[in-house]
């Protein structure tokens, strides 16, 4: 949900800067523009002479501007490139022995940890995700504990357990995983 919204405010802000430099660039070819429009000529600028040379005895202006907008479009174009990135990943690579490789679905070994850590005594519900590259796939896997449980022997046993299969069966080195623990909420027991 979170890429979306993230994807949605990154495509409007895109589409309102493209229209903003598109107007000021067909005030600048002479195109006629609503009266309201600050600049509605050929000869119109940005920046009036008296704005350019307000700070042109301070040497040290001009190469801030710039180095804050080269700073500011970095950034943007990173932050652009981080939404086309994705975050869960879509297959392992296995080592099948013959030289080949197999692929396993990064879903299905999603859904085996997840079932297995679930399958725990005192974890209420289970969810995992892959993240990392093909060949070094790293887990995130969060547990929603039930009040009785045991954190300590709980992570104990999805380490030994969900985690340690999983690295066997996809024939990996090591899955390096982060574990969150989260209790299930519920009302007081009253003791009497």
Known sequence: MRSTVNRVLLALAGLV?????GAVLAAGLGASVPSWWPWDGKTDVLLSAADRQRWRDDGWWWPTVIAVLAVLVVLALWWFLAQ???????????DSGDGEGAQLRGRALEGVLAGEAEALDGVARAQAMLTGR?????ARVRLLMEPHAAPLGTLNAVADGALAHA?????LDELPAEVRLR????RAERVS
């Open 17 to 21: 800067l493209v229209v903003v430099a």
């Open 84 to 94: 086309l990135r994705r975050g869960r990943l879509a297959d392992v690579l296995v």
């Open 134 to 138: 093909r060949t070094a796939p790293r």
């Open 167 to 171: 690295r066997d069966s996809a024939g």
């Open 183 to 186: 209790a299930v909420k519920h």
